[in-house]
């Protein structure tokens, strides 16, 4: 069975300029989750869809991000303009659902680099 | 709002002997995961173990095991026989007690094993 994917597997970028990035979920899993860490600080939570609805956004920075899940599959998360602290590496995860598991899954994450 | 704080950034160990990696948490929850996420060089995190917050028994798989003080707001991972493989960084993490919640991740332990 694949795991969860992630693409591209680095990025470096100029200010001001767009990204976006990929995540393919282990099929099947209606929950994905997007998580960020930043260099040298703790992995934060950004969003989670279930299927194609976003189910919690409360860690998403700011307006300059949007994250879509259409069709419930894949997941693409763009930063547009980025800026020099969107650097960091940007982690997908995803999970079954059912009642009773926890465990997520973790993609290899991107790094993305704004210079 | 949760916490997970991770006091060692860097540890390392002799091939076969043991260490300890420290966590705590703040939380005014009753009913909580906790998790201990290992991610190797360049490649993804995976689940080391789990540990539910209303048993009293610790968790333990094969090698790994954790000493959790739920008073003491604590989750220590231990992990006997060292073996050159679990090399990695250590990220311990919490989750509430309700399916499809994120994490709450610490800052990380880089693990050496030294042969």
């Known amino acids: 069975e694949a795991g969860v994917t992630q693409f591209p597997s680095h990025s470096v970028i100029e200010k001001g300029q767009t990204v976006t990035l990929r995540c393919d979920p282990i099929?099947?899993?209606?929950?994905l989750y997007w998580y960020r860490r930043v260099m040298g600080k703790e992995i934060k939570f950004l969003l989670h869809f279930v299927k194609e609805s976003k189910q919690d956004e409360s860690g998403m920075p700011n307006n300059r991000f949007l994250a879509e899940r259409t069709g419930g599959t894949y997941s693409t998360l763009k930063v547009q303009p980025a800026e020099l602290e969107d650097s960091g590496v940007y982690f997908c995860?995803?999970?079954?659902?059912?009642?009773?598991?926890?465990?997520?899954?973790f993609g290899p994450g991107t790094r993305l680099t704004v210079t | 709002a949760q916490t997970v704080t991770q006091s060692q950034p860097e540890m390392s160990v002799q091939e076969a002997e043991t260490v300890t990696l420290s966590c705590t948490y703040d939380?005014?929850?009753?009913?909580?995961?906790l998790f201990w996420y290992k991610q190797p060089p360049s490649r993804q995190m995976i689940l080391v173990i789990r540990?539910?917050?209303?048993?009293?028994q610790n968790a333990t798989e094969n090698r790994f095991s954790v000493n959790f003080q739920k008073a003491a707001k604590s989750f220590s991972l231990k992990i006997s026989d060292s073996q050159l493989g679990d090399t990695a960084m250590y990220f311990c993490?919490?989750?509430?007690?309700?399916?499809?919640?994120?994490?709450?991740f610490g800052t990380g332990t880089s693990l050496t094993v030294i042969p």
């Open positions: 939380t005014s929850e009753n009913n909580y995961y």
């Open positions: 540990q539910e917050a209303y048993k009293q």
């Open positions: 995860a995803s999970s079954l659902g059912l009642a009773g598991t926890y465990e997520q899954y």
């Open positions: 099929s099947g899993h209606d929950n």
């Open positions: 993490a919490f989750m509430k007690h309700r399916t499809g919640n994120q994490f709450y």
